[in-house]
């Protein structure tokens, strides 16, 4: 893993911080489409990035009319960074957002009345089975 890990992070030089939003909001984009990932209202408008810290990779979008879009700017409301397997173990719902917090694994900055409602947004989704099985979970 640490060689996948150290190619990854190469990412950072090699790609386009647009190029990477753009990507992550697709993704964002596909699990809204299949209702995998519905946008709460309080979200609209608002601008967020993700900060893959073991990667080095930071992705910015925004959601606009309840669709995610990539933002090509910078500064935004709220940043959450972590590394790959605590977003992978976020995603999957083996862990939550508080836990990773407390532990310093994860990191919120910005808006922390919009870090509450992305967080609540992010427990209260149901996972699909075929992500909660990927981890290994049932």
């Known amino acids: 893993m640490n060689r996948l890990t150290a190619m990854l992070s190469r990412l950072d030089r090699l790609l386009p911080a647009p190029l990477v939003s753009a990507h992550f909001a697709l993704g964002l984009e596909i699990a809204r489409h299949f209702k995998w990932l519905q946008p709460p209202a309080e979200i609209e408008g608002k601008r967020f990035a993700i900060k893959i810290e073991d990667l080095g990779l930071r992705s910015c979008f925004t959601c606009r009319q309840g669709r995610f879009r990539p933002l090509w700017a910078s500064e935004?409301?709220?940043?959450?960074?972590?590394?790959?397997?605590?977003?992978?173990?976020?995603?999957?719902?083996?862990?939550?957002?508080?836990?990773?917090?407390?532990?310093r694994r994860l990191r919120i900055a910005g808006d922390t009345e919009l870090g509450l409602i992305v967080k609540n947004w992010l427990?209260?989704?149901e996972r699909p089975g075929w992500l909660r099985r990927v981890g290994g979970a049932a």
């Open 76 to 103: 935004v409301d709220l940043e959450l960074g972590a590394s790959l397997g605590d977003f992978a173990a976020l995603a999957r719902g083996t862990s939550d957002a508080d836990t990773l917090f407390f532990q």
């Open 123 to 125: 427990d209260a989704t």
